[in-house]
């Protein structure tokens, strides 16, 4: 990684960081002040802390997973993204170099985006509830596993922002990116295919694995799964980007 990579992994990396810690705090704060309201039940610790990070009460809830953060998480991606001016094009090897890049760019913040998230989400709970809670739900393992899972997510999410770079062009890819996302987030609440599986889905399993409606020999037919969907958008991007007349639309200095 170069300096001038490191210094923008510098810039972003404590906004992200106070923008989830905000985020969460407020949740927690105000799901927690109802569950212990009079208009609310009273409940147990245990049913708290389930309420809050087991059921989507969590500031990892599948809206700003996959609507909220994503919008985040592609835009600075796109900010991360090396420039594709002719002189830097023409320094590297071969195309397959410039593919090859941008995809180690869209892992490096994809693990990195979604380390943050994770750590702020134990954090956070170490802060509001008993330890002894906490490890009764195996909160902290399930959340080491999902930072699998949430990073083939965002993974993912940043191979379909380089697929449409080399489709369409640089200035419109990250807004059909964030497009897609939106789209495929919203139509999960259609009767047609409410029940049907959707990628975004095998983002989160924290919740799933608290409550056992998934077990953990589960997660392997997702991992097994977003790698089928990354290989088909890696493969097809080096192939096209071998095509694409790239020099003639790259930005002079």
Known sequence: MNKYKLKKYLNIIPIILLFFIFSCLYTYWYLYNFLNSNHAV???????FLNLAGNGGDFTSY??????????????????????NSSVLIRLKSRNAYVTRRIVDCAVFAFIF?????????????INFNINVILYFNFIQYS???ILTLFLFYFRAGLVLLAFEIIASKKVAPFIAIALYIIEYLSASSLMISKVWLPFRDALVVSTLMTGEMQTSYIFGIVLRALIMSLLLIVPAYFLYKKKDVLSNAKKK
């Open 63 to 84: 809206s700003r997973i996959a609507v909220f953060f994503l919008i985040i998480f592609v835009l600075f991606l796109f900010y991360i993204f090396p420039s594709d």
């Open 144 to 146: 080491l596993l999902e």
């Open 42 to 48: 009273k409940l147990s610790e245990k049913e708290i």
């Open 114 to 126: 979604t380390v943050l998230i994770e750590a702020v989400s134990v954090v956070v709970a170490l």
